[in-house]
Nanobody
Framework: QVQLVESGGGSVQAGGSLRLSCAAS????????MGWFRQAPGKEREGVAA????????YYADSVKGRFTISQDNAKNTVYLQMNSLKPEDTALYYC???????????????????WGQGTQVTVSS
């Protein structure tokens, strides 16, 4: 079992920044990928960014490339999502997810992740 706890959400004006954190505990060695997803009311959950913690790459949705950065602190078993130049359309509940993925092409598929955090709300006002 892997437990994930997100923090860092909040309300900001457009153009502002937030940094989300996802602290992992438990059998973290069983996972090699940690991803950030978001879900706005009435919309499907979508992949935002992911990092392969075993030295693999990072991946981003086109809508956030150049604005969001995912990073990890292995010593703290924590993954971060730095969000800059936030837009109102970034407003959503943001979730952290983890699992062992066997293909780089699956990073943005929610069904591929077995472990999820409780979510943290991000609200961007215009």
């Amino acid at each position: 079992q892997v437990q994930l706890v997100e923090s860092g959400g909040g309300s900001v004006q457009a153009g502002g920044s937030l940094r989300l954190s996802c602290a992992a505990s438990g059998y973290t060695y069983s996972s090699n990928c940690m991803g950030w997803f978001r879900q706005a009311p009435g919309k499907e959950r979508e992949g935002v960014a992911a990092i392969y913690t075993d030295g693999g790459g990072t991946y981003y949705a086109d809508s956030v490339k150049g604005r969001f950065t995912i990073s990890q602190d292995n010593a703290k078993n924590t993954v971060y999502l730095q969000m800059n130049s936030l837009k109102p359309e970034d407003t959503a509940l943001y979730y952290c997810a983890a699992d062992r993925l066997y293909s780089d092409y699956l990073w943005d598929v929610p069904a591929g992740y077995g472990y999820w955090g409780q979510g943290t709300q991000v609200t961007v006002s215009s």
